[in-house]
């Protein structure tokens, strides 16, 4: 959890005018956060709770850190404030949203105002988000809603009517990277990260720094680098399907959707003459493009849409990708295809 918005430069402007509202009793109800996966909608959220909560400042836009409810918060134990997330599945069951709109109408505990953070709004299902519309309809004065959305991830209608939306901005490149090497610097007994690391890892991860930040530490970067290589051995016909598959499974289903949507992003603009967001793989996307007419791209995409809906389901990640890398092997030549 962060301390201070300064730790989040890119956001200070937005964590002003919360504040402000907040202390002219202007603040809403329900807050949606919007913004790229990793720019620190999750760090804000948590430290806006902190302050709705503090008793310790009054005007001023920062927590105090040094009364009973921030002390509470510092060591994750406020009873007023609590966090709903998807757990041990894709979706926010209606379960959760229950447990959730009787904690909005309970008396606060030890704090005069509560705070409810659902992390992953866009991962309500139909009965969860209409659980959740009754909370939204009828608001206890007593209580903030903070509702965090990955930008671009379809949310209801009905639940982005009755909430305020708040659009995070991401850094820029110079800040993004100069973000992301002082936080691995300043982590415990770590070992020096490569500047090309850091940047592969920001590539992948859009700019958002906090993300490219997980990405080195869960190993994500190595990950994506195995499935590549992969990827190109399969093409070329050096490995069989079930063996091509094995690192996109190690990387997850999910992962391996959104680096092949990455990748067919990149075919779509080398075939219209443009150049590829990701360097690495230049040169097998730009032998593809090559060989196939742009609208072909269409074809791949649709094919990732099919196996993304497929996720609410459990399907079975080694034939999906497998099923994908066929998909992708199609747009090899014929006499490659054959070896």
């Known amino acids: 959890m962060i301390e201070r918005i300064d730790e989040l430069p890119w956001l200070e402007t937005q964590w002003e005018r919360l504040i402000e509202r ?18 620190g909608k999750s760090p804000l959220a948590g430290l806006l709770a902190k302050r709705l909560v503090c008793e310790g400042t009054e005007r001023g836009t920062a927590p105090c850190g040094r009364c009973k409810q921030c002390e509470l918060v510092a060591a994750a134990s406020h009873p007023d404030i609590r966090t709903y997330r998807p757990e041990d599945s894709r979706v926010i069951k209606v379960d959760q949203v229950r447990a959730l709109g009787e904690f909005a109408v309970a008396s606060p505990q030890v704090a005069r105002h509560k705070v409810i953070i659902l992390d992953s709004a866009d991962r309500l299902n139909i009965n969860s988000a209409n659980a959740l519309l009754k909370t939204l309809e009828e608001p206890s004065p007593d209580v903030t809603l903070i509702l965090l959305q990955q930008a671009g991830k379809p949310l209801l209608p ?155 389901y459990n399907v079975n990640p080694d034939l999906e990708i497998e099923r994908l890398l066929l998909a992708w092997l199609t747009f090899m030549p014929r006499k490659q295809r054959a070896g």
């Open 22 to 39: 907040w202390t002219l009793g202007r603040l809403p109800h329900a807050l949606l956060f919007e913004g790229r996966n990793g720019i």
């Open 158 to 312: 009905t639940i982005r009517s009755r909430c305020q939306s708040v659009l995070l901005p991401g850094p820029d490149a110079d800040t993004a990277a100069d973000w992301l090497a002082s936080a691995l610097a300043q982590r415990p007994e770590s070992e020096p990260v490569d500047v090309a690391l850091q940047a592969r890892a920001l590539r992948l991860a859009n700019g958002a720094p906090l993300l490219a930040r997980d990405y080195i530490d869960d190993g994500f970067v190595g990950g994506v680098e195995a499935c590549l290589n992969s990827f190109r051995q399969f093409l070329k016909s050096r490995l069989a399907p079930e063996e091509a598959t094995k690192p996109f499974v190690k990387l997850g289903l999910e992962n391996s959707l959104g680096l092949m949507e990455r990748w067919a992003a990149d075919l779509a603009r080398l075939g219209v003459g443009g150049e590829p967001e990701d360097p690495e793989v230049a040169d097998i996307l730009s032998y593809l493009a090559t060989h196939n007419p742009p609208h072909r791209v269409h074809g791949i995409l649709g094919d990732i849409a099919e196996a993304r809906a497929g996720l609410t």
